[in-house]
């Protein structure tokens, strides 16, 4: 984050803490005092820290004891696992799994993916404990409800900025917390935000030895960024072929773009002017496509295989539908009539897969069970598919297995979308893992369906009868840890933070000093303080 992204973020903390005072919750005295301490907190950490203190769950009924994140000198950032990261296509899309303490995770993600995520799908360890230090049982081995709480608040708080206005988070749960968990997210959320209570029927047959009920339900939280930004959930949308506007089977064409087209890319930069291939269409710019806010600001004559006229491109503009993608391609969003016409998902999932479609599926890609609770690739994979688009960035912080990876693959698969999912699990451990869930689980799942082949060069699964890899390209991360102090030539933060796995260009020493004081928590006050230090950089350059 930029040093105004972190005030921004303050200020989206104050402002919460004032609705907690229209709403009875907290005190305004005592208000004031918290609004003044997040002003003055010198990390983003800390000032979710202060905010949380002002939750008293006055309108839910509850409390629980706040375990707070803990507060150091130490810099996590990003560091690439070269040994498994893969590409298969230089073109194709790129998308992530970070390795480490999903909140660690979450900080880095907002330096680059603030505002940008369109949808968030987690299943939290509501049942048994893996959140490390925040997993401290109770007598009958389940995760405690004040630590689980404690757990997901923050992380509640980051997710919340890296959302776009009309993003959506999704979050499993079981019956015994899903009426604790709503009230942490209406506290997070607000309640004006809350969709939906979905019902998932996670088995085919219930367990009649049960002493009272037969379950066979569970959960799923629903709440948008801005409830009155989110569009209709539903997977029987507009059909992909209404919504392309170059197609295969056409002839190449010329149509003038005008100002105004929506770039996916970036808030501001440039496209080369020149030819870009897309899944084996080509879109040519014979002028360079300059935008600011993701807005074009010139006009541009383009080259395609276009299906629609020059009236339909200037009419798409016109009522901002056109859009450039990501990997430079083009779409077009559906208009609101045609979104009348969606039929709304109802918040009975029947046939959403089930636990037995979920251990068949590891079944065929692992050859055994390797990993416990892990949900079906239909139900994550309709989830997603009820609030995205063909283009969404897509966020898993709780991945574990990484089924919702897998689920973006068949997805795009499905409707010749490039969506991106961005994975974070921590590389936990156990008797069925033990080189850590990542090694053992998540990465060798990716790997296998991406490419057909495990990192050892063997192809000998049962996924492969029936599937072909869904290609596409894996950066892996890892959170490393550098003192903010740290002044040993070559290991100082600015040596070690590596600014292109934030999105950027490779920038000067000048820059790169601005750049990493600003977005790292506690680097600025060192740097501050240590003009010898930052002379001895610049001279060494």
């Not at 219930?206 to 989110?230: C, N, Q």
């Not at 016109?318 to 009539?337: A, H």
Request: glycine share 6%.
């Amino acid at each position: 984050m930029t040093d105004n992204n972190i005030e921004k973020s303050k200020q989206e903390l104050i402002a919460e803490i004032d609705k907690r005072i229209d709403d009875k919750i907290i005190e305004k005295t005592n208000a004031d005092l918290l609004k003044k301490l997040i002003n003055n907190s010198e990390t983003l950490t800390e000032a979710i820290a202060i905010a949380e203190l002002g939750t008293t769950y006055k309108r839910t009924g509850f409390h629980f004891d706040k375990r707070l994140e803990k507060i150091n000198n130490t810099i996590k950032y990003l560091k690439k696992n070269e040994v498994l990261s893969f590409k298969t296509d230089e073109d194709a899309t790129t998308h992530k799994l970070i390795i480490g303490d999903n909140y660690d995770a979450l900080l880095n993600l907002l330096i680059e993916y603030k505002g940008k995520i369109d949808v968030i799908y987690i299943d939290p360890p509501y049942g048994k404990d893996s959140m490390g230090e925040f997993a401290q049982t109770n007598y009958d081995n389940t995760l405690t409800r004040d630590n689980l709480l404690s757990m997901l608040y923050p992380r509640l708080v980051l997710a919340k900025q890296l959302l776009t206005d009309n993003g959506v988070i999704f979050c499993s749960i079981d019956d015994k917390n899903q009426a604790y968990l709503k009230g942490l997210f209406d506290d997070v959320f607000g309640e004006n935000n809350f969709i939906d209570i979905l019902h998932w029927k996670k088995k085919k047959q219930p367990s009649f030895l049960r002493t009272h009920t037969a379950k066979v339900m569970e959960y799923i939280l629903v709440y948008g960024k801005i409830k009155s930004s989110v569009n209709k959930l539903s997977i029987e949308k507009i059909s992909d072929a209404t919504k392309k506007v170059v197609n295969l089977t056409n002839a190449i064409s010329l149509r003038h773009f005008g100002k105004g087209v929506r770039v996916k890319i970036g808030d501001s930069g440039k496209i080369e002017k020149g030819k870009y291939t897309i899944k084996s269409m080509q879109i040519e710019y014979l002028q360079d496509v300059i935008y600011e806010d993701g807005i074009t600001i010139n006009e541009v004559d383009v080259k395609a295989q276009f299906s629609v006229s020059q009236e339909k491109i200037n009419e798409y503009i016109k009522d901002n539908l056109l859009f450039i993608t990501i990997n430079k391609g083009l779409r077009r969003d559906v208009s609101e009539e045609e979104k009348q016409r969606e039929k709304a998902i109802t918040d009975l999932l029947l046939d959403w897969g089930d636990n037995q479609d979920s251990e068949k599926e590891q079944q065929q890609i692992f050859g055994g069970i390797v990993f416990e609770y892990i949900k079906p690739v239909k139900l994550i994979q309709n989830l997603i598919k009820s609030s995205s688009n063909e283009d969404s960035i897509i966020l898993d912080f709780f991945a574990g297995s990484g089924t919702t990876g897998q689920a973006v693959l068949e997805l795009n698969k499905e409707d010749g979308g490039s969506r991106q999912f961005i994975l974070a699990t921590s590389n936990e451990i156990t008797d069925t893992t033990p080189n850590g869930i990542v090694q053992d689980v998540t990465s060798k799942r990716l790997k296998r369906i991406m490419t057909g082949k495990c990192y050892d060069g063997t192809s000998n699964f049962k996924w492969l009868e029936n599937n072909k890899p869904f290609g596409d390209n894996l950066d892996v991360y890892e959170i490393n840890t550098v003192a903010n102090f740290e002044a040993t030539k070559d290991k100082t933060p600015f040596d070690v933070i590596d600014e292109t796995l934030y999105g950027k260009e490779k920038l000067s020493v000048n820059d790169k000093i601005k750049w990493v004081c600003e977005n790292f928590d506690g680097t600025q006050s060192f740097v501050e303080n240590d003009n010898e230090y930052e002379n001895r950089i610049r001279g060494e350059e």
